[in-house]
């Protein structure tokens, strides 16, 4: 089913100045020019870079493809000079993931542009987060955290300078509560989203892992303050870990708590192997390797990926649904220690092997391959055009397809293709870019 979504996928591709991906295909109708964010890792072509590194763990890439990745790297070096959105998931953070992906030591491209655009405050952001205001923003997703935590991860020349300039930056705008350490989207954002993409557990663990590499006790301590934080906004009933979705509640029309990678637990529970890869042992007098599976008991208890109701889980992509919970729980199986106490780590290949069969059994299949039509309960009709990107379409939902099926078939030593927001949560020795 994998290799059929990425075939979909493929015959998506067009060309135009370089490849580029309509987000959305329907029947009626198709994008027909590429998109402002044609070339970003969230909805466009540095997307496909991990899934190609996926497929490259198996087997060789295709004319095609070796066409269709050579086409990403000349495309993302070219335009990296002239790009001034700085974040991981819209911007040169993601062209630098890509790059390294695709072709190591090209990255040192989009690192040097983001060197030279760093100010004491961070990136100037071009999303439209706040209107009429280029402020930096601090997220994983649009801000100073995926910035860092892309420096620390490929490494090089500019890795030191934008990964300490991004986590004093970070530093500077926390705000103190009675806990720890908070960290709103923008500086001065009044609601939170206090789980992994925009939130305090983002931010934290961002500064865990920068505190690890750059040797910053500043910045690991930080780390345990913002975890202090969330654990003070959270719940440990029921031997889980979950955090609200958004506070206060009002300000999305969603479930007040959510189990994605996203906005809960599964995206949550890098916070604690990110502390635990800096050196701390407990929170508040938790161990953070039990928080970290908390987090996963939620998942396994909260009835996902059953859509037990409209907005309870209507999304099987990478960033708020099926794909995105799969692959933080095979992380998980591959970073379990002992492996005489299997019972843990059987439990959660249970329970990806279960998000693999939902993404199977939902798949829309024809002679052209597979995908996927998430839902919208608050829209009529709800179902929405079947998506084609990394974060909420079949290219990320492929790469997940395919990683499942290669552990299945070689064990828990298959190598992982890890990306800059979760290499720390597998073994060194497994990683593909580990130098």
């Not at 000349?74 to 790059?99: I, Q, V």
């Not at 059953?306 to 960033?319: A, K, V």
């Not at 199986?333 to 993404?359: F, I, K, P, S």
Request: hydrophobic letters at 40%; a negative charge; aromatic letters at 6%.
């Amino acid at each position: 089913m994998g290799q059929s979504a990425w075939s979909w996928v493929l015959n998506q591709v067009h060309e135009d100045k370089g490849p580029w991906l309509p987000e959305a295909v329907t029947e009626a109708s198709q994008d027909t020019v590429p998109a402002k964010d044609r070339d970003t890792l969230y909805a466009g072509i540095a997307g496909l870079a991990p899934v190609l590194a996926e497929i490259e763990q198996y087997r060789e890439l295709s004319e095609r493809e070796r066409t269709l990745a050579t086409g990403i790297v000349t495309r993302l070096s070219a335009e990296a000079n002239g790009r001034t959105e700085p974040s991981l998931y819209d911007g040169l953070a993601g062209d630098a993931m890509a790059l390294k992906l695709l072709a190591p030591g090209k990255e040192s491209i989009a690192l040097r542009r983001l060197a030279s655009l760093a100010t004491p405050e961070g990136w100037r952001t071009t999303v439209e987060f706040e209107p009429g205001s280029d402020a930096p923003l601090n997220d994983i997703i649009m801000g100073t955290a995926g910035v860092v935590l892309t420096a620390v991860w490929a490494g090089g020349e500019f890795a030191e300078a934008i990964a300490t300039t991004g986590s004093e930056a970070l530093l500077r705008v926390a705000d103190r509560t009675e806990a720890g350490l908070d960290w709103g989207i923008a500086p001065g954002t009044q609601w939170r989203a206090p789980n992994y993409s925009h939130g305090t557990a983002g931010v934290a663990a961002t500064l865990a892992v920068a505190g690890a590499a750059l040797r910053r006790e500043d910045f690991v301590e930080a780390a345990v303050k913002g975890a202090q934080h969330v654990l003070s906004v959270g719940s440990l009933g029921d031997d889980g870990f979950i955090v609200p979705h958004t506070i206060p509640p009002s300000k999305r029309e969603v479930e007040p708590v959510t189990y994605t990678w996203c906005h809960g637990p599964a995206g949550t529970s890098h916070l604690f192997t990110a502390l635990s890869h800096a050196g701390v042992a407990e929170v508040a007098g938790l161990d953070v390797g039990e928080l970290r599976h908390r987090c996963l008991t939620s998942i396994l208890t909260s009835g996902v990926p059953e859509r037990l109701r409209p907005g309870f889980w209507d999304n099987d992509g990478r960033c708020c649904g099926t794909a995105g919970v799969g692959d933080v729980l095979l992380d998980a199986v591959q970073d379990c220690e002992d492996r005489e106490a299997t019972a843990r780590a059987e439990a959660l290949l249970r329970a990806a092997r279960r998000m693999g069969d939902a993404l199977v059994e939902r798949a829309v299949t024809d002679e052209a391959g597979a995908r996927w039509r998430f839902l919208e309960h608050r829209k009529d009709p709800p179902i929405l055009p079947p998506g084609t990107t990394w974060m909420q379409g079949a290219a990320g939902i492929a790469a997940y397809l395919l990683r499942l099926a290669r552990f299945i078939e070689t064990g828990p030593d298959a190598p992982v293709v890890d990306r800059p927001d979760q290499w720390w949560a597998v073994p060194a020795y497994l990683r593909t870019t580990a130098s």
